[in-house]
C-alpha cells in the first residue's frame, strides 16, 4: 500500500480557481471558468444570463473547430449551474 502525506497533498490543491466571483447581472463565475473564458476573450461581462455566457461559448467551439477540455468543462459546469438555478423545485 502506497502511503501519501496529506499535508503534501492538500498544499497541491489551488482552492482559488474554485471561488466563485460576482461579474454583475447575478452571475457567478468561478475563478478557473474566467480564466478560460479569458483566453477565448469571450466577452462574458456583456452576457445578461449563463444561458448567454453558454452561448458565447458554443459560438467558440464551433467557429473555431476545435476540442478544448477546458472550454468543453466551463461550458458543463455553466450550464449545470443555470439548470439548477433556473428549473422550478
Keep these: 500500500m502506497t502511503d ?5 497533498l492538500v498544499n497541491t ?3 482559488n480557481k474554485g471561488k466563485f466571483n460576482d461579474i454583475g447581472n ?3 463565475l468561478t475563478n478557473k471558468e ?3 473564458l479569458d483566453r ?11 444561458k448567454d455566457i453558454i452561448f458565447e461559448i458554443e459560438s467558440i ?9 477546458d472550454l468543453e468543462e466551463i461550458s458543463m459546469s ?3 449551474r443555470d439548470y439548477y438555478q433556473n428549473t422550478n423545485k
Design 4 to 8: 501519501y502525506n496529506i499535508d503534501e
Design 78 to 80: 455553466i450550464s449545470e
Design 13 to 15: 490543491i489551488d482552492f
Design 26 to 28: 447575478g452571475i457567478l
Design 40 to 50: 477565448y476573450n469571450i466577452p462574458y461581462k456583456k452576457c445578461t444570463s449563463l
Design 61 to 69: 467551439i464551433n467557429e473555431l473547430d476545435i476540442m478544448d477540455e
Design 34 to 36: 474566467i480564466e478560460v
